[in-house]
């Protein structure tokens, strides 16, 4: 007799074709890869610590606890942040389904869940899979373990996939774009520091304070403060008044305006206080430092 059930076929949103490198990395706070691009995925990990990642021209902070993907034939590389040893998880493959694309240029917050997801499929991989060097991982080959247990290859391959489908639901994500890093006086800093520095540079003719900057940034004070020690030490204000001598040394050689108008240009609070800046800052007074310039 002939039954009337259906038979439902599955649909593959992923389908993992490959797998190039799988491994894991306890690194020094000094560590420095040149970079490398390849025609495919690679995905990054961060267990502990945080590094600097270049995806193309771009560099970013990855924070512990945090995963992103480099496309195929997108140029990368990672390096310590001299403060703190990192763990990093790589895993590269060949992917080409479609949906890989929502994974471009994002950086995943992993939570309980994901990362016991992700901790199941590297010791699943590391089950079945070695490097020809395990201490030169970078740019090495896998070998096939011959004791590996039954099945650890579909199960890799299933637990990748999963893992995918997973990241896809993921909402909170932030884009790398977001998470730029800039490169200021040979200091590299995260983009919420370069507004912060761009927002002082382009109001050296109004009044600086900590409350100012930190309404118009649209943070705390002390969120301000934290951020610009990543920057530099010596506190936020003296580097605004740093600025403004410098630029009131500029308008003293260009001799348009006297000290009084310099200081009342600048937003100080009174000449005297300009006066007092100044020396702090030069050395010498604003009278000086007009007779030392050279005609």
């Not at 190039?20 to 420095?32: G, H």
């Not at 008044?241 to 937003?267: D, V």
Request: aromatic share 12%; charged share 25%.
């Amino acid at each position: 007799m002939k039954d009337n059930f259906i038979r439902h076929g599955f649909s593959s949103v992923f389908r993992v074709e490959k797998l190039i490198t799988i491994f894991y990395m306890e690194l020094s706070k000094d560590f420095y890869y040149e970079g490398e691009s390849h025609d495919f995925w690679e995905m990054v990990y961060i267990d502990k610590g945080e590094m600097l990642c270049t995806a193309d021209k771009s560099q970013f902070i990855l924070k512990s606890g945090e995963l992103t993907f480099h496309k195929p034939n997108e140029f990368h590389n990672l390096s310590g942040n001299k403060n703190t040893a990192p763990n990093v998880s790589i895993l590269t493959f060949e992917c080409k389904s479609r949906e890989m694309k929502q994974f471009d240029g994002k950086i995943f917050r992993l939570d309980a869940e994901e990362k016991a997801l992700l901790s199941m499929l590297f010791a699943e991989g590391l089950s079945c899979f070695q490097l020809e060097e395990p201490n030169n991982p970078l740019l090495q080959r896998l070998e096939k373990l011959p004791d590996a247990p039954f099945g650890s290859e579909q199960m890799v391959k299933n637990l990748l996939e999963i893992f995918f489908i997973k990241l896809h639901r993921h909402k909170e994500t932030v884009t790398k774009k977001s998470r730029l890093n800039y490169r200021v006086n040979g200091i590299n800093v995260p983009t919420e520091v370069k507004r912060i520095l761009d927002y002082i540079d382009q109001n050296l003719y109004e009044r600086l304070s900590i409350s100012i900057i930190a309404n118009a940034m649209g943070k705390s004070e002390s969120t301000i403060k934290g951020l610009f020690s990543l920057y530099q030490t010596g506190g936020i204000i003296n580097y605004c008044n740093g600025l403004k001598i410098k630029e009131a040394r500029k308008l003293i050689r260009e001799g348009n305006y006297n000290f009084a108008q310099i200081s009342n240009l600048l937003r100080f609070d009174t000449p005297q206080y300009f006066s007092k800046c100044f020396k702090k800052y030069t050395k010498m007074t604003p009278s000086e430092y007009q007779r030392s310039i050279i005609s």
